[in-house]
């Protein structure tokens, strides 16, 4: 899941289980599931159940201190601004596109889809915007020829 081109640490270092998804298919014949990812993940999402935790979420009473506060607001001309982090995906959504944005100082819980229309000058856009100008290189290779063995 982690292996991205913006991605520069290495594999070992990132946490084991990501964020919850929703199980969209379940095939008890298999004991495989088929999770809603994003799309920036480009990975199959069908997983074996073995590969699966569920998710527990915190207990604010119980660990008060884990609870993950977003950061506070910046404020510029008396007005409080947040800042967008980086782009994650885009969408059609009622025909127009969003872009799912990741808030500076928070995890992929607060991202959230804002239209195109309101990104207009985002930095954040331009880079995503970037990275799909330059898409992967793919090589298609020819077929293979069929030998010829002769017959005894």
Known sequence: MYDHPTTTRAAKFFPHFDSPYTITHANEKNSTV????????????????????????????????????????????????????KIIDKRKWHG????????QGEGPEGDLWLPASELEACAALDCWLAQQAHPKLTITLPPAKQMDWGGV
């Open 34 to 85: 088929t999770l809603e990812l994003p799309g920036h993940l480009g990975i199959f999402p069908v997983f074996h159940t073995s590969k699966l935790r569920p998710f527990h979420p915190n207990d604010n009473a119980l660990f008060p201190l884990h609870t993950k506060q977003p950061p506070s607001p910046i404020t510029i001309d008396g007005h409080p601004k947040h800042f967008i982090d």
């Open 96 to 103: 127009r596109t969003q872009y799912l944005t990741r808030w």
